[in-house]
């Protein structure tokens, strides 16, 4: 039992320090809640790979069993090249965990931080700034 | 087994995380210890004490990432607490002279996502959200995160900025700036040596660009001087001095900026208006409460 719970912390804090500068653009502190965070598990809808900034929307069903049409918010295609997305990453029907910090409006917005896929892989796979480079390489 | 292999992989996360963070925190230490020194401890030009040409500016160039330093967002650089949980990194104030009637009226008509003046962008109108050009010389300040270069050419020095792909001219013939030019996204720019600085003038700049995000405005009769001169081989210095009589009652005289050499790769970042058009449909607006009628 120890283990596992050491386990699970040890991968939020991981999940949180390597996901959470990916996304540094254009206004978004502003948009969403930074000291909070929403996980959901969606349906994708759509996934567009644009320049420059990207955008997930899925659907998720409440409580109520009503489908709720969802959005994450992205950054540009460099970096999230850097962090392991791909313009094919995702496709429509694809069954997703997705974390993020949720929109000051409270409309079904996030500010994406991270994403569990179907099989288990996380991403993004690293933490990367605006311009790609890896905050693990050291003179950048 | 299973949990004894899990706890290790969690650990590695850990440690590459955490020194992400140490790491990201060391430029231009490289060749030392990391941590040993901070940047600022180091001679300048240590690491790479080798020989350049003062005349020549070409390469890549980017704004340093140091500990303790705000990216830089204007011709200032005093760094400001945008909000509780926004990391000060991602703005620094801009310190206009006073403005003109004029120049504040076209200031409060900004609405803008960073700064003190903040509102998400779904509910602003940065021109920037919408692909608009970014112009100069507010696609300068992108070089805190992204690389510019210079081209030298017999009669020309361009000026090449990754982000929306800007290029500006900036013509070394002898030609003078133009009287009454119609106004350009980037102006007009012409350049000279001064020993072993190389001063930019330019004017004739469209009205409708941002000095910087923060809002802070500009007229057509803007007018920048830029002092460039490289200190050592991967050092380059700015002093920029902005004056328009229309907006600012005095001239802005900027604060020294250092590029030091990018060690990234120039690559495509176009702002695209249609891409952009589809992320604004489709999120940024829904953010806000906004929908596409």
């Known amino acids: 039992m120890k283990p596992k719970l050491i386990t699970s912390l040890a991968l939020i804090v991981a999940l949180v320090m390597v996901s959470a500068p990916l996304l540094a653009h254009h206004g978004t502190g502003v948009a969403y809640v930074r000291d909070k965070e929403v996980t959901l598990k969606g349906t994708v809808t759509e996934w567009f790979w644009a320049n420059p900034h990207c955008g997930l929307l899925f659907d998720v069903t409440d409580d109520k069993g009503e489908v709720v049409h969802w959005g994450a918010e992205l950054g540009n295609p460099h970096s999230l090249s850097e962090a392991g997305f791909s313009r094919d990453a995702f496709k429509p029907g694809d069954k997703l965990t997705i974390t993020g910090h949720p929109a000051k409006s409270g409309a079904p917005r996030l500010e994406l931080l991270h994403l569990v896929l179907a099989d288990g892989r996380v991403l993004p796979e690293r933490s990367v700034k605006g311009n790609g480079v890896h905050l693990d390489d050291p003179g950048q | 087994m299973r949990n004894r292999f899990m706890s290790s992989a969690a650990a590695l996360l850990v440690l590459m995380a955490c020194s992400c963070v140490t790491f990201a925190q060391t430029y231009g230490t490289k060749g030392y210890s990391p941590g040993a020194w901070k940047p600022d ?6 690491s790479n004490p080798k020989p350049f040409d003062p005349h020549n500016l070409s ?13 830089r967002h204007s011709l200032n650089d005093k760094p400001i607490k945008i909000a509780p949980n926004v990391p000060p990194q991602m703005g620094s104030d801009a310190y206009p002279p006073p403005m003109t009637p004029w120049g504040k009226a076209k200031f409060d008509a900004a609405k803008v996502s960073y700064g003190p003046r903040a509102v998400p962008p779904g509910e ?54 133009p009287k009454n030019p119609d106004p350009g996204w980037n102006g007009y720019s012409v350049g000279r040596w001064e020993g072993d600085t190389f001063v930019v003038e330019s004017n004739g700049y469209d009205d409708r660009t941002w000095i910087d995000h923060f809002g802070n405005p500009h007229s057509d009769q803007m007018r920048l001087v830029e002092r460039y001169k490289r200190v050592d081989a991967d050092t380059l210095e700015l002093d920029m001095i902005l004056t328009d009589p229309k907006t600012y009652t005095a001239p802005w005289v900027g604060d020294k900026i250092t590029f030091v050499r990018a060690k990234v790769a120039i690559f495509e970042e176009i702002c695209s208006p249609s891409e952009e058009g589809h992320f604004n449909d489709t999120i940024r607006d829904p953010a806000v409460g906004k929908s596409k009628p």
Not at chain 2, 41 to 46: K, V
Not at chain 2, 59 to 66: F, H
Request: with cysteine; proline share 11%.
């Open chain 2, 59 to 71: 390469g890549l160039w980017s704004m340093p990432t140091k500990p303790g330093y705000f990216e």
């Open chain 2, 124 to 177: 602003g109108n940065d021109p920037v959200s919408t692909c608009e050009p970014m112009g100069y010389p507010r696609d300068l300040w992108e070089a805190n995160l992204r690389p510019f270069e210079f081209v030298q050419t017999p009669d020309r020095v361009l000026q090449h900025m990754q982000y929306h792909d800007l290029w500006r001219t900036i013509w070394t013939d002898g030609r003078q700036l």
């Open chain 2, 41 to 46: 401890e180091l001679p300048s030009g240590l």
